[in-house]
């Protein structure tokens, strides 16, 4: 059996990582860290949450999908005591991205590292169509 997929690769790091790849109606992402466009790492997770769902918007829009294509979500964080005491002002910053109370899976990891010791957050998502 043959599998078809649409790759998209894009960034700093293009020749070692791809962004996300469409495989029939299923979408995955590639985590997406808190880091801007221009490359700057916010100081505070809620900044890098928002950092990190624009990044995600990105990438889905080259596959011509949206948020509402989002059916799980996985956060990968460095800081769980960090993370918890601002689960409000994140979940602020994650349904302002989706534009509504996202309705996703959802898991939280810590991990004791991300690709920059500045990063605090990257987050992988599956999406449909």
Do not use: E, I
């Given at each position: 059996m043959s599998i078809e997929k649409k790759l998209f690769r894009a960034g700093p790091y293009a020749d070692f990582f791809s962004q996300g790849v469409r495989v029939g109606d299923s979408l995955y992402l590639?985590?997406?860290v808190g880091m801007t466009e221009a490359g700057e790492i916010p100081s505070d997770l809620p900044s890098q949450v928002e950092a990190a769902y624009k990044n995600i918007a990105a990438v889905l829009f080259e596959f011509g999908a949206t948020m509402d294509n989002i059916v799980d979500e996985t956060f990968f964080?460095?800081?769980m005591?960090?993370?918890?005491r601002q689960v409000p002002a994140i979940f602020e910053t994650r349904e302002a991205a989706y534009g509504k109370k996202p309705e996703v899976a959802q898991t939280l990891i810590g991990v004791s590292a991300l690709v920059d010791p500045g990063l605090k957050v990257e987050i992988k998502i599956i999406a449909k169509f």
């Open positions: 590639a985590g997406q964080v460095t800081d005591k960090d993370c918890m």
